[in-house]
């Protein structure tokens, strides 16, 4: 019978790979595109499958080796039979080691079990492609699994999910036809293991984003993210997965108001100080929480209580170089507009030179996110929890409104408000935010 040699083929342009396991020995009786070793580079690791079916009648590498593209691993006995009923796609047989007896069988030795007579009974594996078979018939299912679920895998994978105790079902395979790889499985158990317990009480969790080789489609550049960029992330991440969140919109008319406003630059520049629509807004916004408490409340942590609070501090999101801050201005219903101008300056101020306190950034009730020196006609801000609402603000346009007789050029402000649905219902949103527009359009009514 022939004899034919299975080499490295392309794996990516991976240089020293090492070898990390064997994968069979001489003398093992093998399927075609069965995984013989497992190579490591610093990117990923591979399993090197056998080109033809056969017996394996020397190994050319040991634990340790470095390989390339093109190095020689093995020579096979070719097996006509075998060859014959080589399966495809990519089978993962199981063999002894896949059947090694557990006291609690996993779905994984289930379908070992199927591999394993599989591999014996090879040519009947034309017809039944040699796959990992996850099926609800199957006699002693440990995941309650409805529907029939193909998984791929090599047997260095399926060891050492055995030995974690993962049940690959639960993986998501980033190899070719979806295989699950070894660093599949060492990102799943990360992170399983970041995860808060309890973090996940029913449906089907949330799926992870598998890791992507950016480099293989170009050149790239990683740096570090800054310990803010980091923090912000997890915090929006907890709010955005904790927190069914609405988003309601509306748009002030600030025409009168910011005819106001010109009118105040004289004094500002006395007062050494800017006046921008912000300081109003947060004072309009502190007026509104007052007449609606549901808003200016938290959900305590058991779900079973509001806390509301009897105080109005309000956040204001700056944006820095090294990233979103939110000091808090306390009591902003007892504030004037200059004593408000004042803070926002001097806080943001000392936001970007990173000179605040950490207890300047908390205790807040509410926040406002105005990206209106920016640009953009409406964006859905985040509720920073535990607040249940947050305000974001975009930048003002001059729009024709029709005034009864005709229409006329009116400066308006877009604002939109984002809130916590479990506390929050559309009737107190909508009232909130009509209140906090209203009061922006006559401004009167925010010295009352
Ligand atoms: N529409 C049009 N112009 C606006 C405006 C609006 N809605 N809001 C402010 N402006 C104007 C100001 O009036 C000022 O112009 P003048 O000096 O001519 O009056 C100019 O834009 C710059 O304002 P500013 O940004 O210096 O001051 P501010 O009080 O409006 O805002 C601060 C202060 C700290 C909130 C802001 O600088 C900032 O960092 N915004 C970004 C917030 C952010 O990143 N939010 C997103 C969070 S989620 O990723």
């Known amino acids: 019978m022939p004899i034919q040699q299975v080499i490295v083929p392309d794996i990516g342009g991976a240089e020293g790979a090492e070898v990390i396991e064997l994968l069979v020995a001489v003398g093992d009786q093998v399927v075609l595109d069965q995984s013989l070793i497992v190579l490591e580079s610093d990117k990923a690791s591979m399993e090197i499958p056998a080109t033809v079916a056969g017996t394996v009648v020397e190994l050319l590498v040991a634990e340790g080796d470095q390989l390339a593209e093109g190095a ?24 002894s080691e896949a059947t090694a007896a557990s006291d609690a069988p ?17 040519p009947a594996a034309k017809e039944t492609p040699v796959v990992e078979t996850v099926s609800a018939a199957s006699e002693t299912p440990v995941l309650s699994v409805e529907v029939a679920d193909e998984i791929y895998a090599g047997p260095a994978v399926r060891k050492l999910a055995r030995e974690l105790g993962v049940q690959l079902v639960r993986v998501d395979g980033t190899g070719p036809q979806g295989r699950v790889l070894k660093e ?11 995860e808060p317990v309890g973090a996940v009480t029913g449906g089907t969790g949330i799926p992870s984003v598998p890791e992507t080789d950016f480099s293989k489609f170009g050149e790239v550049e990683v740096t570090p993210r800054t310990k803010l960029d980091k923090l912000t992330a997890i915090n929006m991440h907890r709010s955005w997965v904790n927190v069914p969140h609405v988003t309601q919109f509306d748009e002030a008319d600030i025409t009168d108001l910011e005819e106001f406003r010109a009118g105040l630059k004289a004094e500002a520049e006395q007062r050494s100080t800017r006046i921008t ?43 820095t170089p090294a990233g979103l801050m939110v000091p808090v201005i306390r009591d902003v219903d007892r504030k004037t ?17 990173r000179k605040l306190l950490p207890a300047e950034m908390q205790g807040g009730c509410f926040t406002v996110s105005s990206l209106g020196n920016i640009g953009g006609n409406g964006f859905t801000p985040i ?12 930048k003002t346009a001059i729009k024709p409104l029709w005034n009864g007789a005709e229409f006329a050029p009116r400066t308006m402000l877009p604002v939109a408000l984002s809130y ?15 209140r906090i527009v209203s009061l922006l359009g006559d401004i009167r009514q925010l010295s009352l």
Not at 72 to 95: N, S
Not at 116 to 121: G, I, L, Q, T
């Open 72 to 95: 020689a691993v093995a020579m096979i006995d070719v097996a006509e039979q075998v060859a014959d009923a080589a399966p495809t796609p990519t089978p993962t047989p199981g063999e």
């Open 106 to 122: 996993s779905v994984d030795d289930v379908g070992a079990e199927q591999k394993a007579s599989a591999v014996k009974e090879a």
């Open 184 to 194: 599949d499985l060492q990102q799943f158990v990360r992170k399983v293991i970041r």
């Open 277 to 319: 629509p912000l300081p109003f807004l947060l004072k309009a916004c502190a007026l509104a929480l007052r007449d609606n408490p549901k808003i200016n409340s938290s959900l305590a942590r058991s779900g079973e209580d509001l806390v509301h609070k009897k105080y109005i501090h309000i956040g204001v999101a700056v944006d």
């Open 337 to 353: 507009i200059w004593e408000l101008a004042h803070e926002v300056a001097e806080l943001a101020s000392r936001a970007r030179d």
């Open 383 to 394: 509720v920073n929890t535990p607040e249940v609402a947050i305000l974001g603000v975009s």
């Open 420 to 434: 916590d649905h479990r506390v929050v219902n559309g009737g107190n949103g909508g009232r909130f935010l009509t």
